[in-house]
């Protein structure tokens, strides 16, 4: 059965550090892997997906990166904003789950002036 | 606008009581997937449907009910047979595709009083 684990469990850091939040996943064959933002209450808004034969992706401040080979994906936010304050979870599709998502627990993100 | 609609944003159920949470899509996605959210915990899979007139059991489904009727709408019911149903509720669509985007809906918050 898939894991997702999500390393670290909270993080907070100053405006303007770059940092790097880790998923990792047990079953390497997957279809691909999606990275969400949360905010307080509200629904799931897609950031990024990395196709399985993709190695990374990019939009903005965010590039997320897929090891398919050592189950592990990062999303790296530069230049990190308090804007960017919310819960980041990582998901993965796989086998014959037809798009149903495997979630980690999320990394709670704060950004602080 | 196209989107996920989920209804009512905010539900509260006596114990022993059905209750029934709306989600509506207007993107033309195959796929409709309930989701459920515990504090600090990720997604958990619930129902989710590949098609109209056909759907599965996800990873929890013991206590909850779906239909599929129409392309654009998955509505799931909470039944009494659910011991546990406080919880917040994520309605979630894709093309159905092996690699499909997930799109998310604004939830619903179920509280039992």
């Known amino acids: 059965k898939q894991e997702v684990t999500q390393i670290p469990a909270a993080l907070s850091v100053p405006e303007g550090e770059n940092l790097v939040l880790n998923c990792s996943f047990t079953?390497?064959?997957?279809?691909?892997l999606q990275w969400f933002r949360q905010d307080p209450g509200k629904g799931l808004t897609s950031l990024l997906l990395i196709q399985s034969s993709q190695r990374e992706q990019t939009s903005g401040r965010l590039n997320a990166s897929l090891d398919k080979s050592s189950g592990r994906s990062t999303l790296y936010i530069a230049a990190s904003q308090p804007g960017d304050s919310a819960t980041y979870l990582c998901?993965?599709?796989?086998?014959?789950?037809?798009?149903?998502?495997?979630f980690g627990q999320g990394t709670i993100l704060t950004v602080h002036p | 606008d196209g989107g996920i609609t989920q209804s009512p944003k905010y539900l509260f159920r006596k114990e022993g009581q059905n209750v029934t949470l709306s989600c509506e899509q207007n993107l033309n996605h195959d796929a409709m997937y309930w989701y459920r959210q515990d504090p600090g915990q990720g997604l958990r899979l619930i129902y989710y449907s590949q098609i109209v007139n056909d759907f599965q059991k996800g990873d929890i489904a013991e206590g909850y009910s779906v239909s599929r009727e129409k392309k654009e709408s998955f509505p799931l019911t909470v039944t009494s047979a659910q011991k546990n149903p406080t919880a917040f509720y994520l309605c979630?669509?894709?093309?159905?595709?092996?690699?499909?985007?997930?799109?998310f809906g604004q939830g619903t918050r179920l509280t039992v009083v």
């Open positions: 998901a993965v599709t796989g086998g014959t789950s037809y798009g149903k998502l495997t």
């Open positions: 079953d390497s064959a997957i279809y691909n």
């Open positions: 979630a669509s894709s093309m159905g595709s092996r690699t499909p985007r997930a799109f």
